[in-house]
C-alpha cells in the first residue's frame, strides 16, 4: 500500500480538486483508493454528524466506503486558541495513528488531504510536516501560481519537509505565464530534489459556483428552481446602467448572472430574451412581475430573492467565488479531463504502485 500527502503553501491551492482527479483516475486503473484528512477546520453539522464539508465532499465523489469519523478523525468544532490550549496532542495522534490504520485497509493507494496550508495545526502537532513524519508520507504540493515569489514560500516548505517534499504541481495558470513556466521552473525545481509533475490551466468553469451555492451563500430564496442539474455561474454582471447600455454585456455573456434590483423588470426582461443568462439575483427583496418569472421558468433560468442590496450582494459574492467545491458532473468531469491531459501521471503510477 502506498500513500501520497497533498499539501499547499496557502489555502483555496485546489487540494480537494486534485485528490478527486486522481482519485478517480486511479479507481478506473483498477485500484482500491482510501482518503484521508487528518485535521478538519471548515466544520458543519450533516444530522447530528460534525463533518468537515471538504472532505465530506472529497469522500461522497470518491466513495471509498469508509467512515467518516476515519476519513477526518479530528475536527476543529471551536474557536482554535481554545482548542489547542485545552487538548492532549497525544491523544490526538493516537486518534489519526488509530483512523489512518482503518483507512489504508485493504486499500492500494490512499490519497492524504494536507490542512489549509502546510503550517495550520502546528500547534496540535498535525501540520502537514507533522503528519508527513508521523505516517511516513511523501509530499505532493500543489501551488496556486499567483506570483513568482510563491517559489520562495515552495522553497521554504522544501526545508522544512526535506526529502519527503519531492513532487509539486502548479494550479490555475493563466496568459502569457502558461507558455514559459514550465521550462523555466523544471530544472530549477529538479536541482533541488522536486520535481514538476504538471501545470493545470485556470478553467472559469472549477472556478465557478453552482446557483445553489449561490443561494445559500447569500440566505436566498427561490423563486423559480433550475430543473436539471445545478447551473454553474462563471461570472457576474452588476444590473445598474439602461437596458441599451447592458445589451453589449448580454450578448457577450456566458454563463453570467445577472445581478439587479428587484424592481428593474426592463433589465431581467432583456436579460431572459438575449438568452446568455444563466440565473436571475434579484436584490433587495423585492420580487420582479409574474410576468418575468413567467418567462424565467419558460427559458429555465433559476432566478434567486435576496435581502441584501446590490452593493451588499456583490461583496458577498466576492468572498466566496473562486473558493468553490468540485461538485456536480459537469466540474467533476472537467479537473479528470484537465489532471489526464497536464500531468505526468505514469510517473505518478510509479510511485503509487
Not at 486522481?22 to 460534525?50: A, H, M, N
Not at 492532549?88 to 482503518?102: C, I, M, Q, T
Not at 454563463?255 to 423588470?265: C, E, K, N, Q, S
Request: hydrophobic share 40%; charged share 30%; net charge negative.
Amino acid at each position: 500500500m502506498k500513500s501520497l500527502l497533498v499539501s499547499s503553501v496557502e489555502e483555496y491551492s485546489g487540494k480537494s480538486a486534485v485528490i478527486i482527479a486522481l482519485g478517480l483516475i486511479l479507481q478506473d486503473r483498477g485500484l482500491k483508493v482510501g482518503y484521508f484528512k487528518p485535521f478538519g477546520v471548515g466544520v458543519t453539522k450533516i444530522g447530528d454528524q460534525l463533518i468537515d464539508e471538504d472532505a465530506y465532499n472529497t469522500a461522497m465523489v470518491l466513495a471509498t466506503g469508509d467512515d467518516m469519523g476515519d476519513i477526518c478523525p479530528i475536527k476543529l468544532d471551536r474557536p482554535y486558541v481554545e482548542f489547542a490550549c485545552t487538548v492532549n496532542p497525544g491523544e490526538l495522534k493516537e486518534r489519526v495513528e488509530r483512523s489512518y490504520a482503518n483507512i489504508c485497509s485493504g486499500k492500494d493507494v490512499v490519497l492524504v488531504e494536507g490542512a489549509i496550508e502546510y503550517k495550520v495545526g502546528k500547534m496540535l502537532g498535525l501540520c502537514d510536516c507533522d503528519i508527513s513524519d508521523m505516517l511516513d508520507l511523501r509530499i505532493l504540493m500543489v501551488v496556486r501560481y499567483t506570483t513568482d515569489f510563491v517559489l520562495d514560500r515552495l522553497m521554504v516548505a522544501k526545508d522544512l519537509f526535506g526529502d519527503r517534499f519531492q513532487f509539486v504541481l502548479f494550479n490555475q495558470l493563466a496568459g502569457y505565464k502558461k507558455a514559459y513556466l514550465k521550462p523555466i521552473t523544471e530544472r530549477y525545481l529538479r536541482n533541488r530534489g522536486i520535481e514538476l509533475l504538471g501545470v493545470l490551466p485556470h478553467d472559469p468553469l472549477l472556478a465557478g459556483l453552482s446557483v445553489s451555492e449561490i443561494a445559500d451563500a447569500l440566505n436566498g430564496e427561490w423563486l423559480v428552481k433550475p430543473r436539471d442539474e445545478d447551473v454553474i455561474i462563471e461570472s457576474f454582471l452588476i444590473g445598474a446602467m439602461s437596458p441599451p447600455s447592458a445589451l453589449k454585456y448580454f450578448r457577450r455573456a456566458r454563463r453570467a448572472a445577472l445581478v439587479t434590483g428587484g424592481d428593474r423588470a426592463d433589465l431581467q426582461n432583456l436579460a431572459l430574451e438575449t438568452g446568455n443568462i444563466s440565473c436571475l439575483l434579484l436584490t433587495g427583496h423585492l420580487e420582479p412581475p409574474d410576468t418575468i418569472l413567467g418567462k424565467a421558468e419558460e427559458k429555465n433560468v433559476p432566478v434567486v430573492l435576496v435581502a441584501d442590496d446590490t452593493l451588499t450582494t456583490m461583496e458577498r459574492v466576492d468572498e466566496i467565488f473562486g473558493k468553490a467545491r468540485i461538485k456536480g458532473e459537469a466540474k467533476i468531469n472537467r479537473i479528470k479531463e484537465l489532471v489526464e491531459d497536464n500531468i505526468d501521471l505514469e510517473r505518478l503510477m510509479e510511485l503509487l504502485t
